[in-house]
């Protein structure tokens, strides 16, 4: 059974950048044919996909954050991190890692972490 634990600062100033880490557990990221992807629900709205770092080691993203996002991993700590540049208040909410297959998250995911974008 996979667990995906989402780690990150909480609360992030405007303009800089912060990292989330998902630590996972019971599989191993450069097993196929996982996809983890990096997933955000801003409050009051619906969940937005942000990006996947393949089982082989490729990243994608949204073509909206794509500018801003950068998803790498540590296969000796079994991590996926997701980097997110120049925040705004737009970037605050609730970021869930998953595993899924391609863009689709699929059903595995961690209890997400809260940003708040603040000064």
């Known amino acids: 059974q996979v667990q995906l634990q989402e780690s990150g600062p909480g609360l992030v100033k405007p303009s800089q950048t912060f990292s989330l880490t998902c630590t996972v557990s019971g599989g191993s990221i450069t097993t196929g044919p996982y996809y983890y992807n990096w997933v955000r629900q801003p409050p009051g709205k619906g969940l937005e996909w942000i990006g996947y770092m393949s089982y082989s080691g490729s990243p994608y993203y949204s073509p909206s954050l794509k500018s801003r996002a950068s998803i790498s991993r540590d296969t000796s700590k079994n991590q996926i991190t997701l980097q997110l540049s120049e925040v705004t208040s737009e970037d605050m909410g609730v970021y869930y890692c998953?595993?899924?297959?391609?863009?689709?998250?699929?059903?595995?995911w961690g209890q997400g972490t809260q940003v708040t974008v603040s000064s």
């Open positions: 998953t595993r899924g297959s391609g863009a689709d998250p699929g059903p595995d």
